[in-house]
């Protein structure tokens, strides 16, 4: 099942977003149980179990260039030490963002931003891409991707969505494309969560699954958001989201959730308003 991304305020009432659809699984970092999370191929291998829709990160570096990386410090994904803030783009290029996670993959680069779009075009994903910034980088992050995106993005302006946990950058984005949809990252949903989404012109409301209950859920879905719940790689805790009213759920082995969406409860779309199987490596959370 696949759920419209409503309208808001702030972006054009007939536009694509409102018929924008969002499957219930949908692939994190790629697929980062299966494939090096943030890369090419994990973008690739995302296709090939089955997803629609894939989520990864993005960050700047040194030299004010968009990558695909979780962490600032790359020593996790490619051994070389040093943060993607102090390093250019050609001081990171030639790093091995493969071998970490199975011999397989060695030679796998980190991704520009620019490339990434590229092959999510070819493969006809839609994307959530996440913005992570270093104190202090939040606006020039949200301005920087939210051009590129606008300059590169061939796809329809509704299978894309833009997502943080720093309100700064969303915002800066917003200000540069407010014709691409938004989504605050919460680890835990805020009593004032609904006056943040509404100040930074929000579509969706994305959070930790694991702070999640039916009541809020509830909430949430009865205020017209729909409701993306990350990083679920269990069946049983899927369908139990699923059957709470969650809309999609990131996961970093897709394949194993499709069952679990096929048996979910169903439930109605989120009504637009036009008005207003591995074992994932070690990983970061979020």
Request: aromatic share 6%.
């Amino acid at each position: 099942m696949r759920h419209p991304i409503p309208a808001r305020s702030g972006v054009p009432k007939a536009g694509a977003l409102a018929k924008s659809l969002l499957p219930q699984i949908i692939g994190h970092r790629g697929a980062a149980g299966n494939a090096p999370e943030n890369t090419l191929a994990s973008l690739r291998k995302a296709k090939e179990l089955g997803c629609s829709w894939v989520e990864f990160v993005v960050r700047l570096t040194a030299d004010g260039h968009p990558v695909l990386l979780h962490d600032d410090r790359l020593k996790r994904t490619t051994y070389r030490r040093g943060k993607a803030s102090e390093l250019s783009l050609a001081e990171i290029r030639p790093c091995d963002a493969g071998a970490w996670f199975d011999v397989a993959f060695t030679g796998e680069r980190v991704p520009t931003l620019e490339e990434a779009i590229m092959l999510v075009s070819e493969l006809g994903f839609g994307a959530n891409i996440e913005l992570k910034a270093e104190r202090g980088r939040e606006t020039v992050t949200g301005m920087v991707v939210a051009d590129v995106l606008v300059r590169r993005w061939r796809s329809a302006r509704s299978e894309l969505l833009i997502s943080s946990f720093q309100q700064e950058a969303l915002a800066a984005a917003r200000v540069r494309a407010p014709q691409i949809s938004r989504g605050i990252l919460f680890r835990t949903i805020p009593k004032a969560w609904r006056s943040i989404a509404e100040r930074l012109d929000c579509a969706t409301i994305n959070a930790d699954h694991r702070r999640l209950n039916p009541i809020l859920v509830s909430e949430v879905q009865g205020a017209g958001y729909p409701l993306l719940a990350y990083t679920v790689n269990d069946p049983a805790r899927a369908r139990t989201l699923f059957d709470w009213g969650v809309t999609s759920v990131f996961s970093d082995v897709p394949r194993s959730l499709f069952c679990a969406a096929a048996g979910g409860r169903s439930r109605q779309p989120v009504v637009t308003n036009l008005d207003s199987t591995s074992v994932p490596r070690q990983r970061s959370v979020s």
